[in-house]
């Protein structure tokens, strides 16, 4: 895969982000990388129910993806680009024709309008006509009554252009401006210890049996590990990493085996043995009297 | 509209070297977003599936909410360019000036320095989130993704930011911590805190949250209180008049306050204790070596008292010669100082609650049983009703014994005594005495509302007369001392030993919770409170917000090299006693963009022997 083709996921603060709308399905829907939405939702910015882009990524995806080669992982050569007097020329260039565009459309659009409520103009116009015909005939004046007929011409009317403060702007999520941008996959180190490495194989390792997984932080485990796409679906498991050499503190493993109960879902304890394959055991309290 | 559809009508500023084409939409893509009409949300995929099972119908479902999603994520942010505010971003300061202010926000957000208008980063990137505000870099606007870039630092992290956007998208109102309030819980209670200038209590904020920012900001706004100072000075004259009344009329309030207490503490207990009340009172008043302010006080609710029923006077002289031996002994109780008011009245009216559920009855006739008591009591005779056996108790039956009664007396017929009722109200009782029984205390210097309110026209007025009233104050046998160049250093008032030693300054005194607050673990968690939290209020202050409903601290849950593991039971318990005014702390756990919110609260197990 070329470097063109990848997607480009943005190295910010140690955090991993998707900034483009069209990435960030493709890799829901092709890689079933799920992530996390954490930005404001344009339509509708103050709720939490759905949130919008960015995607924040979790570190084995991130690792993942890139060990994969379906993203570039790149960060902008300088934090902040300095515009020069040109750009700033180019954005107000921009701006302008934007709004001499909106003019036109803002003008067809009232026409449009005046097309379509064409009768009740008519009918207004028409009224005012025959008050002004019957104070005339109080008035004693002589009236033609074939006056009463209106003709509009919607095209010869003059419609005044858009305010420049009612015509619209875009905001800028993503970056549109063509910065130049470093490859920084070196940088990326995750996972670095054993801790993190466990943790790494057994996210790869459920993600190639078809899994979809999220952060586990909910239920105090590793990973929810969800049948299909977590939109539709439940989640099945509760992924717990532990190290494969190490006593289980007594308390835990009950607090885990009844926590999963509760929430009815299965815990799975995860690790990585000698053979460095990723061994699975699951918990069960079973209630036995 | 997909990207390659916008490739081709950006076709014109297809070679622009800025912009790239993808990202930018064109005029009539622009005009599409006019309609405010159709801002629903959609369903997040419907009613979950068990598991997959490759049906048609599931697979029709997701593909459904796969364009949904694409659809909903496609669309941008546009908005009237005449609803945007606009600001400048400054890298050095790493803050937002604004150009102008504009919209509801201002009243939550932001600071100003001299005449300059200020937003925190996190503010200025929920702004650009919310399509109300564009902030640009030496003339180009700032898209979201570069915000992302180069807002955040030690002082505003990713987290933060996200907790903050998370809470104002429900409508919370955030402002940075803004340090200790030293309110008290019983201040709270009253609500007092609401009516209390924040110059007023004794110890002030302890800004320790606005360490948190950079000496930049911090000069910032030590240049512009500087500023603030000069015009107060010169109106100083004109305002002193007005605080004058406000501090009295908090005086009063507080007064009063414990004076109904005190009323309706006693009411219950009626005359009986009308006696004692005299005694008593000969008896403080021998034995208090009273101040000359607090006689002034004394004298002021003696002038209450009398105008009210006698009973009322044994109370509110208990709770005046509290104030004196607390008065002297909080006096040289500084920095800082907390009165504590505490009730003891309270413990003799509920002792004497059962007698007073029996003479409620017969209220009229309490104050005959004085002085016509019955001349013998033969005990064989006279029997007793046994509470212990019945339940309900019919008085009537020992109507028939006329001797038990006070002269005059007659029980009315439906006379009854429910044990169980009885109990109930006992039980009751005590809750209410638990509730009640915390410290009463005040983070104000009691001398505050001690004051006796001066009117004077002017500012000089005011210093001559309030000086005239001091010196008429202390005047005690030996004011002559005072007249003198030298002059004792210790004055009569100085009744206790701590307020000796205070004003000689040969101790210095520390309190507990400054101890607490020295010990570096705390220090360093005090950092960790990032938020107060208010809820929505059209009448909030960014000046003066008042108490926060919570506090926060941000967590990161993060496996990735900088996780923040837990503090350990002792610090967290410190912090939350070092806030006296009880305000819940929260610890906003963050994970990848998922936040949960947390919190410790102290619990009193009950003893169950």
Not at chain 2, 64 to 71: C, D, G, M, V
Not at chain 2, 112 to 135: C, G, H, I, Q
Not at chain 2, 416 to 428: G, H, P, R, V
Request: aromatic share 8%; glycine share 4%.
């Amino acid at each position: 895969m070329s470097d063109r083709c990848r997607i480009k996921i943005y190295l910010q603060n140690q955090n991993v982000f998707v900034w483009s709308a069209k990435d960030s399905v493709t890799l829901r829907e092709e890689w079933r990388i799920v992530g996390s939405l954490v930005g404001c939702l344009p339509r509708l910015p103050r709720q939490n129910n759905q949130l919008g882009l960015p995607l924040q990524l979790l570190p084995e995806e991130t690792t993942m993806l890139l060990e994969k080669g379906v993203c570039l992982l790149v960060k902008p050569k300088e934090n902040l680009l300095e515009p020069t007097p040109e750009q700033v020329k180019e954005h107000e260039q921009l701006r302008l024709d934007l709004y001499k565009e909106q003019i036109e459309l803002f003008k067809d659009e009232r026409r449009k309008e005046m097309m379509h409520n064409l009768h009740q103009i008519k009918e207004g116009k028409r009224k005012k006509l025959k008050e002004e015909i019957e104070r005339k005939k109080e008035a004693g004046e002589t009236v033609h009554e074939t006056d009463l007929d209106v003709e509009i011409d919607i095209d010869s009317i003059q419609i005044p252009p858009v305010a420049l403060k009612n015509s619209l702007v875009q905001l800028y999520t993503e970056s549109p401006y063509n910065e130049a941008l470093d490859e920084c996959g070196s940088e990326w180190s995750y996972p670095s210890n054993d801790k993190e490495a466990t943790r790494y194989k057994v996210f790869k390792d459920l993600w190639k049996k078809g899994h979809y997984l999220t952060s586990g932080s909910k239920f105090g485990g590793d990973f929810l590990v969800y049948p299909g796409d977590p939109a539709r679906f439940h989640s099945f498991y509760i992924a717990v990493c532990r190290p494969y050499k190490q006593q289980i503190s007594m308390s835990d493993f009950i607090s885990l085996a009844r926590m999963g109960s509760n929430v009815r879902k299965t815990v799975i304890l995860c690790s990585v043995d000698d053979n460095d394959q990723v061994v699975y055991t699951s918990i069960q309290w079973t209630g036995i009297a | 509209m997909t990207n390659n559809a916008r490739m081709e009508q950006n076709t014109e500023r297809r070679k622009s070297n800025l912009y790239n084409c993808e990202v930018l939409i064109s005029a009539p893509e622009l005009f599409k977003y006019r309609k405010q009409t159709d801002k629903f949300l959609p369903t997040v995929g419907g009613c979950k599936d068990f598991e997959p099972d490759g049906s048609w119908l599931q697979t029709k479902k997701l593909e459904k909410f796969y364009e949904e999603r694409l659809e909903l994520l496609s669309e941008q942010r546009v908005e009237r360019y005449g609803n945007l505010v606009t600001g400048d971003w400054d890298p050095e300061k790493k803050l937002v000036q604004l150009h102008k202010e504009l919209g509801k926000f201002w009243v939550y957000m932001g600071f100003v320095d001299k005449s300059r208008k200020w937003l925190y980063p996190e503010e200025a990137l929920f702004l650009m989130e919310t399509n109300t505000m564009e902030v640009m870099y030496k003339g180009l606007p700032l898209s979201i993704q570069q915000a992302y870039q180069c807002f955040f630092s030690t002082e505003v992290t990713l987290e933060q930011y996200q907790v903050y956007t998370h809470l104002r998208r429900l409508g919370y109102v955030l402002v940075r911590h803004q340090g200790r309030l030293n309110v008290t819980e019983y201040e709270k209670k009253i609500k007092l805190d609401q009516h209390l200038k924040s110059d007023k209590r004794k110890d002030k904020k302890e800004k320790v949250g606005k360490e948190n920012e950079s000496n930049e900001i911090k000069k910032m706004k030590q240049s512009n209180s500087a500023q603030e100072l000069k015009p107060s000075e010169g109106a100083s004259e004109e305002t002193c008049d007005m605080e004058i009344v406000e501090e009295t009329s908090i005086d009063e309030s507080m007064e009063q306050t414990s004076f109904i207490k005190s009323v309706q503490e006693t009411s219950p207990v009626d005359g009986g204790l009308n006696r004692i009340a005299g005694d008593l009172h000969d008896d403080i008043e021998i034995n208090n070596d009273c101040t000359a302010q607090t006689k002034q006080i004394q004298n002021e609710q003696e002038i209450k008292t009398n105008k009210e029923a006698q009973y009322t006077k044994l109370t509110s002289d208990r709770v005046s010669h509290d104030n004196n031996t607390r008065l002297s002994e909080a006096g040289g109780d500084s920095p800082v100082i907390y009165i504590s008011y505490k009730m003891k009245s309270r413990q003799k009216c509920l002792d004497s609650d059962l007698s007073v559920s029996f003479s409620q009855p017969f209220q009229s006739s309490m104050k005959n049983i004085s002085t016509n008591q019955p001349p013998d009591w033969n005990f064989s005779e006279i029997i007793f009703p046994d509470i212990g056996k019945d339940k309900v108790l019919h008085f009537t039956k020992y109507n028939k014994n006329p001797q038990l009664f006070p002269q005059g007396v007659q029980l009315p017929d439906s006379c009854i005594f429910d044990s169980e009722k009885c109990n109930l109200n006992l039980t009751s009782n005590k809750h209410k005495k638990d509730e009640e029984n915390f410290n009463l205390e005040y983070s104000i210097d009691p001398s505050q509302w001690k004051k006796k309110p001066v009117n004077a026209k002017n500012w000089k007025e005011y210093k001559e007369k309030s000086n005239l009233l001091e010196n008429q104050e202390e005047a005690t046998p030996v004011s002559h001392l005072w007249k003198g160049e030298v002059t004792p250093l210790v004055k009569p008032c100085y009744s206790s030993l701590d307020s000796v030693i205070e004003k000689l300054q040969v101790v210095k005194n520390s309190s507990f919770m400054s101890q607490i607050f020295r010990s570096s673990s705390l220090k360093d968690l005090q950092h960790k409170v990032i938020y107060d939290v208010y809820l929505p209020d059209s009448k909030f202050k960014k000046s003066s917000p008042g108490l926060p409903h919570h506090r926060l601290c941000v967590l990161r849950l993060c496996v990735l090299r900088h996780c923040e593991p837990l503090p350990d039971l002792q610090t967290i318990t410190n912090l939350h006693h070092y806030y006296t005014d009880g305000i819940p702390l929260q610890w906003a756990v963050v994970d990848h963009g998922d936040i949960a919110f947390y919190g410790f609260t102290d619990i009193q197990i009950p003893d169950m022997l």
